[in-house]
């Protein structure tokens, strides 16, 4: 029996993609490990010692447990661990587990030192990475396996376009044939006639001198990654693309044989077995952005857990105020065109969508954006919600669930995408997040739809973990003083 089909039968994998709960899970199992890792190494030192049967009861230990952690996770994200890969080989898995424990016994050691610990079992200091790389290697390793099935039925799939010529007839057939990878090739531009003729029937075949139209196809579909795999590089053309790519946020990736070839914005990858010089078109510190995934996971489940009274108190007002449901769901644009689902609380009537349609000619915003200033179908609850920026507050299971991020570009709705200009497209090639520069300004219903879409390309332009602080603060500061709608 197909267990995939039979996940699907049972709705399990809809429940799990509809509430993108994938990365929560991933994650849990990670800390399950860890958790277990600890469990095992203490049971091995100290069972005999009437301490209890779980590490935890001891203070001193479950310190240990809370600090450490969230640094072996951080670890595994820097070492670029926790992706499921595509086309990694099982031993480049096996160094960057082996290289995390490494960095956490370090760790270990000088928490031992710095805080005296001489109570504890050195035995057992040296035992928790140990066990920990075993179960989280094991458990990545597992992972790996189902997620090659898993890709090879055609889902978590990445849409790409070929630069290719007829030396490239290998690799095309090496991501046809291993469809456990996971790419799913979009169109191929190439003067290859061999190309032409083995493919025309399942892939589109566009002429290599026809290469503008590839600006059309990254507008209109939903393209990942454009891959140069020609034999010969033209450097014309190859800064012509990346131009091209840079402006609307794709990632460009060009195949090379030079082990010694560097450039500036350009990182080394692998896709398959070759070699690809990846040009970094958004932020790529892996260090901050490290620390700004874990920002987002733990800042936005402390918001959750913190902000659950406050949660609940405007859910009530909302359901004895007015008919409708509490959550509002509205479909919204994400990561490279990614459509998703937000989460607000209701602050308008419940056919405000019906009524958008008569309000047309009321709209006072410039661009694809919709705004009235005094929008009648917006309640008195509503009001008093979105001055202060509450009805926002659903957002952090969004977030938890990495959809968006606590800071990024606000998500826009799909029918203000179709009318972007090309150069505003590359708002989307960061995750979208709760706020962002034009959320935290004073007169931020005043500013135009150009100043708008500028000051989120200087976001992505600028980033840092010091931006993202200051954002946070000044939206915090939005919040208290009621500057929203």
């Given amino acids: 029996m197909d267990i995939f089909s039979t996940l699907y039968r049972l709705h399990i994998i809809p429940f799990i993609k509809k509430w993108n709960l994938l990365n929560i899970i991933l994650g849990a199992l990670d800390i399950l490990a860890i958790f277990l890792a600890f469990e095992f190494a203490y049971l091995i030192i100290y069972s005999g010692k009437d301490l209890g049967p779980l590490f935890f009861t001891n203070k ?23 992706e499921i890969p595509r086309s990694k080989q099982y031993i480049s898995i ?26 504890v079992s050195r035995t057992f200091i040296v035992l928790i990475p140990l066990f920990g790389f075993a179960l989280l290697f094991t458990l990545r390793i597992l992972e790996y396996k189902v997620f090659k099935q898993y890709r090879a039925k055609g889902f978590n799939y990445l849409n790409v376009v070929l630069i290719a010529d007829t030396s490239s007839l290998p690799f095309i057939e090496s991501l046809l044939e291993h469809k456990e990878w996971g790419y799913k090739i979009i169109a191929i531009f190439t003067s290859s006639d061999a190309i032409k003729d083995k493919y025309e029937e ?15 196809l990254m507008e209109v579909d939903m393209i990942d990654e454009v891959l140069y795999i020609k034999n010969k590089i033209l450097p014309a053309e190859v800064r012509k693309i990346v131009r091209s790519c840079e402006e609307l946020g794709v990632v460009f990736s060009l ?18 077995d070759r070699r690809f010089l990846t040009f970094i078109n958004v932020p790529h510190n892996q260090y901050a952005l490290g620390v700004k995934k874990m920002m987002d996971i733990f800042g936005s489940l402390l918001g959750i857990i913190v902000l659950s009274p406050l949660l609940v108190v405007v859910a009530v007002m909302i359901r004895l105020s007015s008919n409708g449901p509490v959550i509002y769901k509205q479909p919204r644009v994400g990561l490279r065109g990614r459509q998703f689902q937000l989460l607000k609380f209701r602050t308008m009537v419940a056919n405000a969508d019906e009524m958008k349609k008569e309000l047309e000619t009321l709209n006072e915003a410039d661009g694809p954006a919709f705004k009235i200033a005094d929008d009648p179908r917006v309640t008195k609850v509503g009001k008093f919600l979105r001055k202060t920026g509450l009805d926002e507050l659903p957002q952090l299971f969004n977030v938890l669930g990495g959809e968006m991020s606590l800071i990024g570009p606000r998500p826009p709705l799909p029918e203000e995408t179709t009318r972007y200009e090309r150069w505003q497209l590359r708002r989307l090639s960061v995750k979208p997040g709760l706020s962002c520069f034009w959320q935290v300004q004073p007169d931020r219903n005043s500013i135009k739809f150009e100043k708008w879409m500028e000051l989120d ?4 332009d600028n980033w840092s973990l010091r931006l993202d602080f200051v954002i946070l603060l000044k939206t915090v500061r939005t919040i208290f003083q009621k500057s929203g709608l």
């Fill in 60 to 82: 001193t230990f479950l310190l240990l447990f809370l600090g450490v952690t969230p640094f072996w996770l951080l670890a595994l994200y820097l070492l670029k661990a926790t």
């Fill in 255 to 272: 195949m090379y044989r030079d082990e010694k070839l560097t450039l500036s914005n350009a990182v080394k990858t692998q896709v398959a």
């Fill in 457 to 460: 390309l200087a976001y992505i």
């Fill in 94 to 119: 096996f160094w960057e587990y082996f290289l995390a424990a490494g960095a956490i016994f370090l760790l270990f050691l000088v928490i031992y030192f710095l805080f005296k610990l001489y109570t």
């Fill in 202 to 216: 399942s892939i589109i075949i566009l002429p290599e001198g026809f290469i503008e139209v590839l600006n059309d």
